[in-house]
């Protein structure tokens, strides 16, 4: 996934701060396990919930997502951790977000479960970020590797 390679790119570039390494490898995990879920849901669908079309305005909003987001171009104008918290935010509040909440309340067997995995799955994100404190200390905070 590309949230997942771009969060490693983070790591990479910040590892070297352990606040901000923290934040970048649990914001990694979180997207290795988003893929895990979206794979299971999947394996739960059936042949005809397969084959019913997607909604055209969520899948367009998707692939404008997706052809504007690249993760190499993104890590190679990180200049600070500023930087790099403005476009983790950035990415966190796109459409794909709003496709795998979409994913959630329809397709996830257990209804008392739905709130609590959004809220897991995208809320916490956010909360995270935060934890990267303000504007003035992130500029602070300079990209140590290259990719």
């Known amino acids: 996934m590309a949230a997942r390679e771009f969060y490693e790119g983070l790591l990479r570039l910040f590892g070297h701060n352990p606040r901000a390494a923290r934040v970048w490898e649990e914001m990694r ?3 290795e396990e988003h893929a895990r879920f979206l794979e299971e849901v999947r394996a739960r669908l059936t042949p005809e919930q397969l084959q019913v079309p997607a909604d055209p305005e969520m899948m367009q909003g998707l692939r404008n997502v997706l052809m ?24 966190e509040s796109s459409e794909v977000n709003s496709v795998l ?3 959630i309340h329809e397709y996830h067997v257990d209804p008392a479960l739905r709130v609590q995995l959004v809220e897991m799955y995208l809320q916490v994100h956010v909360k995270r970020l935060l934890a990267l404190g303000g504007a003035a200390w992130r500029r602070s905070v300079l990209a140590q590797a290259r990719l």
Do not use: C, G, T, V
């Open 29 to 31: 995990s979180d997207e």
């Open 68 to 91: 504007k987001f690249s993760p190499q171009k993104m890590l190679q104008s990180i200049r600070d951790l500023n930087d790099a918290y403005n476009h983790a935010h950035e990415l």
């Open 101 to 103: 909440e979409f994913i």
